[in-house]
C-alpha cells in the first residue's frame, strides 16, 4: 500500500459527520432516472408517457454513442417525462408496481439467479467472451459506471485506458463510508476488479486514511492511500499526482459503489436497484441509509424551510429540487442552511464561529468542527491576484491565471497552465476572497474545448 | 441594528431600479455594504463558501496600519515641540500632530472617494475595498507639511491615474498610492523630497532639516558618527523620534503591522522577509567596498533598515497583491530586488537619498515579467494534458 503525498486541499471539519450505521428504507411510490448528472449527453428517448416498463428497459441513450443507454431501475409506468430550459430531458419519472419484473441476462453466477451471492465464493469472469463483456454491460445500463479523463466522459471502450482508477470514497467529504458499501459485497468488489483488469493493465485502488480501519477485509486489494484532507480521493487528484506520462492522461475512473453495481449485474444478471446513500445536515448525525436507485429527494431530505438548499455534493454536486429524484451517480444529499442575516459590520467581527481557510478569523485557531451556510459571505470584486486559489488547488493549478487566460481567450496558454488537470473540485471559488466563480469558468472552459474536440 | 436597517430599507428605493437618485446607485451600496455584510445565496459550485472577503481583507491592512497612524500623528506632534523648543506631552503631541495629519486624510479620502464614485457610477460597477487602504497609505508617505491642495491632487493622479485607467481596482500595475506620491514628489519636489519640513506653529513654514539619509560625514568622519552627531543614534531611528513622512519614520510600528499582516496572510511573508533581505545583503556589501566611509553606503544593513520608508513600503506598499507578482518564486525576487534596488539607490545614485518608492515602483513594472518566467518554468514541468 503506497501513501500518495497531497499537500493542498481542504482540511474537513465540518459538523454532520454521518453515523456509521444502516438503515433500509421502504420502497418509494414512484422513482425516477435523472439525467441531470450525466456527463455530456445529448438523451434520445426511448419510451413515451404511459409505456410499461421492466427492471432493466432502456428509458434513453446518448445520441453521440447509441450503444450507451440508461435504463429503468424499477418496474411500472411512465408517468412523467421532464424536460428543463431548451427541452433539454431532465427525469423520467416511473410509478412502480408492487413486485420488480427483470430483464434477464446471462448470469456469471453458476447455481441460478434467484440465489445471492455467497461469501468465500471466488467467481470468475473468464466465462464471459471480451466483446461480450462490453456489450453486455452496455445493454445493462452500467457501463456508463466507467469515465474517462480528463473530462471524466462516460468511457470511450474502444480505448485501452493506462490506468483504471478505482475511488473507495464518493465526492462528498460524506459521501458514503466505504466499509459500509463493501462490507458485504467482498466477492462482487472482487469480481469487478478481476473484470476491470480486461480493460487495463493497471489498476490503482485509492481510499482515504481515515476509512482504512473499516476496511480490513479488502485491504488487500487497496494500492494507494490518500490524506484525509478533501479532495485527496477525488480520482482526478489521484491521476495527477500518480502520472508519469501523457498518455496516463485519458486513463479511467470509477467509484467502489459503482463496480460492485457492475459486478452484481455480471454474476446476477439484473440490474442492482438498490444502493447506499447518506444524508447530511449541520449540526445533525444522520445514519446511512439502504435506499432504492432513483428515490425522490424529497423521501430522503423530509420537509424542509423554504431557504434550505438540497445538493448532492457541497462542493460538487448540483442542486436537487425538492421535486427531484437521486441520480444514478449520485449517492450524498448535503442539506445546508441559506438564511442569514446580514450582519452589522459583518466585516471586521471577529468570527469565532465563521470557517475559513485563510488566518483571518478566530475561527482558525480552533480545531472542532463548524456548521456551514450556503451563502456567499461577501460580494464579487474583480481579482487581487492573492493566491488563495493556488494556495488550495490539489492539482497545483493556479486557477487565477487560467481564469485570465479564458477570459481572454487564450485557449493554448489555459491547456499550457494545466486545465485539463482541473478535477472540478470546487475548491478555488471556495477559497477566493473576490468571490469569483473560478470553478465555474475553469469547468466551463474545459468543456468547451472538450465539445470542441470530440 | 434594526432601526439602521430599516433606514436603509426605506431610502434604498430612491437608488435602486427607477429611483430618483439611481445615478448614486453605487454610493449608497458602498454605505449599505459598509454597514451590514451582503451575503447572497449561493447558486453555482461550491455551495459553501470561505468567510473572508474582500472588505475583510483589505479591512486588515487598515488593522495593521494602526501603530503607524498613530506614532506617526504622535511623532507629528512631538517634532513640531521640538522645532518649537519645548518638549510636548504625549497628549499634546498627539492633539497637535492630530491637527496637521488629519486634514491629509480627510482629504485623501474625500477627494480619492470622489473619483472612484464617478468612475463606479459612469462605469456602472461597485466601489471596490481596495481604495479603503490607498487612501490611508497616500497620507502616510507624506510629510505633514505637505498643502492640501498637493494631497488632493496626488490622489486624483494616483486614483484616476495609477489606477481607474487601468479598468480599476484588480487591473492596476502600479500601486496607486505610490503613484500618487511619485505624483507628487517629481512635480513639487520642494515639499517632498531633500530636506523634510518639520510641522511648527511658530512660523508660516516651518523650518528645515534634513533627513537621517540626506546626511554625509565630514571628511574622514564615519556615517554613524555624523547620523548621532545630527541627532540620529539607532534607536531613535528604529522608535521613529526623527523628522520624516507622518508614517514612515518608527521601523518598530512598520514591524508590527509587518507582522500583523504576515501573521494573518493578507500580507504575503515572502515578500516582506525577500525585501529584509535583499536590503541586508546589498548593505552587506556595499558595506565591505573599501572607500566612502563618510557616505551612506558605509552604514550598515541595520541603519539601512531603520532609516528612510523602507519598512514602511515594503510592509505596506510592496505587498499590495495586485501590483506584485502572483507566484511565490516572482514574490521572493520580486521582494529581494526592491531592497537591493532600495539600498543600490540610496548609495549610488546622488540624486535620489531614498530610494524605497522608485524601487517598489520599477519592480511593479517588473512583476509580471517575474511572473511570466516564473509560469514558464512551471508550465515546463508538468506533464502536458491538451
Not at chain 2, 291 to 304: D, F, I, R
Request: aromatic content about 10%.
Amino acid at each position: 500500500m503506497e501513501k500518495i503525498k497531497v499537500s493542498k486541499g481542504f482540511t474537513p471539519r465540518l459538523a454532520g459527520m454521518p453515523d456509521y450505521s444502516l438503515i433500509a428504507l421502504p420502497y418509494p411510490d414512484t422513482i425516477g432516472v435523472s439525467a441531470m448528472d450525466i456527463p455530456y449527453i445529448r438523451p434520445k428517448l426511448l419510451v413515451r408517457e404511459n409505456d410499461r416498463v421492466k427492471t432493466g428497459s432502456p428509458l434513453f441513450r446518448d445520441k453521440r454513442d447509441k450503444s450507451i443507454q440508461y435504463v429503468s431501475p424499477g418496474t411500472g409506468t411512465v408517468t412523467k417525462i421532464l424536460f428543463g430550459e431548451r427541452r433539454r430531458l431532465q427525469e423520467v419519472v416511473i410509478k412502480l408496481d408492487k413486485a420488480d419484473e427483470f430483464i434477464q441476462f446471462d448470469p456469471v453466477q453458476e447455481s441460478g439467479p434467484e440465489s445471492s451471492l455467497k461469501s468465500g465464493t471466488k467467481y470468475t469472469i473468464d466465462n464471459i467472451p471480451g466483446e461480450d463483456l462490453v456489450s453486455r454491460l452496455k445493454q445493462g445500463g452500467l457501463w456508463q459506471c466507467l469515465r474517462q479523463f480528463p473530462a471524466k466522459d462516460t468511457a470511450d471502450s474502444s480505448h485501452t485506458p493506462a490506468m483504471i482508477i478505482v475511488s473507495l470514497n464518493g465526492n462528498d467529504i460524506f459521501s458514503p463510508h466505504p466499509g459500509l458499501l463493501l462490507e458485504k459485497e467482498r466477492p462482487a468488489f472482487e469480481f469487478g476488479l478481476e473484470m476491470l483488469k480486461r480493460f487495463s493493465k493497471r489498476i490503482i485502488v485509492t481510499a482515504r486514511e481515515t476509512s482504512l480501519k473499516r476496511l480490513e477485509t479488502i485491504k488487500t486489494h487497496i494500492s494507494h492511500l490518500v490524506p484525509d484532507t478533501y479532495p485527496a480521493w477525488d480520482p482526478g487528484v489521484v491521476l495527477y499526482h500518480l502520472k508519469k506520462n501523457k498518455e496516463e492522461n485519458s486513463s479511467w475512473c470509477i467509484g467502489a459503489d459503482h463496480l460492485v453495481m457492475m459486478a452484481k449485474f455480471l454474476l446476477t444478471g439484473k440490474f442492482p436497484i438498490e444502493k447506499i446513500v447518506t444524508v447530511t445536515k449541520s449540526g445533525d448525525q444522520k445514519p446511512h441509509l439502504l435506499v432504492r436507485q432513483g428515490i425522490p429527494v424529497k423521501t430522503l431530505a423530509g420537509t424542509l424551510p423554504g431557504d434550505s438548499l438540497i445538493t448532492t455534493g457541497r462542493f460538487n454536486g448540483r442542486i436537487a429540487n425538492g421535486d427531484s429524484h437521486l441520480g444514478f451517480f449520485e449517492n450524498t444529499l448535503n442539506i445546508i442552511n441559506t438564511h442569514t442575516d446580514e450582519e452589522l459590520f459583518g466585516f471586521i467581527r471577529p468570527g469565532i464561529d465563521k470557517p475559513t481557510v485563510s488566518h483571518t478569523f478566530l475561527s482558525s485557531l480552533f480545531k472542532s468542527p463548524v456548521q456551514v451556510d450556503g451563502t456567499l459571505h461577501g460580494e464579487i470584486r474583480a481579482c487581487i491576484n492573492c493566491s488563495y486559489c493556488e494556495n488550495i488547488c490539489p492539482n497545483d493549478l493556479m486557477p487565477n491565471f487560467i481564469m485570465k487566460a479564458l477570459h481572454s481567450d487564450e485557449i493554448e496558454d489555459a491547456l499550457e497552465y494545466g486545465l485539463l488537470d482541473c478535477c472540478k473540485c470546487g475548491l478555488c471559488s471556495y477559497a477566493c476572497p473576490a468571490k469569483i466563480e473560478l470553478t465555474q469558468i475553469l469547468s466551463n472552459g474545459m468543456d468547451s474545448h472538450y465539445k470542441d474536440k470530440a | 441594528m434594526k432601526p439602521l436597517q430599516k433606514l436603509f430599507d426605506r431610502y434604498e428605493p430612491y437608488f435602486t431600479g427607477s429611483g430618483k437618485y439611481k445615478r448614486l446607485e453605487p454610493l449608497f451600496d458602498a454605505t449599505k455594504t459598509f454597514f451590514f455584510l451582503p451575503s447572497p445565496k449561493i447558486r453555482i459550485v461550491p455551495f459553501i463558501r470561505d468567510h473572508l472577503d474582500l472588505k475583510r481583507y483589505m479591512s486588515f491592512v487598515l488593522i495593521a496600519l494602526l501603530p503607524v497612524l498613530v506614532f506617526g500623528t504622535y511623532n507629528t506632534g512631538f517634532q513640531s515641540g521640538l522645532a518649537a523648543g519645548v518638549n510636548n506631552g504625549i497628549l499634546d503631541s498627539l492633539l497637535i500632530g492630530a491637527g496637521y495629519v488629519l486634514p491629509i486624510i480627510l482629504v485623501s479620502y474625500g477627494v480619492g472617494f470622489f473619483w472612484e464614485i464617478l468612475f463606479a457610477v459612469i462605469r456602472k460597477h461597485k466601489i471596490s475595498e481596495g481604495f479603503l487602504v490607498t487612501g490611508m497609505l497616500f497620507p502616510l508617505t507624506l510629510p505633514p507639511t505637505i498643502p492640501l491642495w498637493q494631497v488632493a491632487l496626488g490622489i486624483s493622479f494616483g486614483v484616476v491615474i495609477g489606477k481607474e485607467v487601468f479598468g480599476g481596482t484588480g487591473r492596476n500595475i502600479l500601486n496607486p498610492a505610490l503613484t500618487a506620491r511619485a505624483f507628487l514628489f517629481f512635480s513639487y519636489p520642494v515639499s517632498m523630497s531633500g530636506n523634510i519640513w518639520v510641522a511648527t506653529k511658530t512660523t508660516v513654514d516651518g523650518i528645515s532639516s534634513a533627513t537621517a539619509l540626506a546626511i554625509t560625514g565630514m571628511e574622514g568622519e564615519s556615517i554613524t558618527n555624523a547620523l548621532t552627531r545630527s541627532g540620529f543614534s539607532l534607536s531613535d531611528l528604529f522608535l521613529g523620534f526623527v523628522p520624516g513622512s507622518i508614517g514612515e519614520t518608527s521601523a518598530l510600528c512598520c514591524l508590527l503591522g509587518a507582522l500583523f499582516l504576515m501573521i494573518t496572510r493578507i500580507g504575503n511573508f515572502r515578500i516582506i522577509l525577500g525585501g529584509i533581505a535583499g536590503l541586508f545583503i546589498t548593505a552587506i556589501l556595499f558595506y565591505f567596498i573599501p572607500g566612502g566611509k563618510e557616505s551612506w553606503a558605509n552604514a550598515g544593513p541595520l541603519y539601512h533598515l531603520s532609516a528612510g520608508g523602507f519598512l514602511f513600503g515594503i510592509s505596506f506598499m510592496a505587498t499590495d497583491p495586485v501590483s506584485a507578482p502572483g507566484t511565490n518564486p516572482g514574490r521572493w525576487a520580486f521582494g529581494f530586488l526592491i531592497g537591493f534596488l532600495t539600498v543600490t539607490i540610496r548609495v549610488v545614485n546622488p540624486a535620489f537619498v531614498e530610494g524605497t518608492m522608485l524601487a517598489i515602483l520599477f519592480m511593479n513594472v517588473f512583476a509580471p515579467l517575474l511572473d511570466h518566467g516564473v509560469i514558464k518554468y512551471k508550465t515546463s514541468k508538468r506533464i502536458p494534458n491538451v
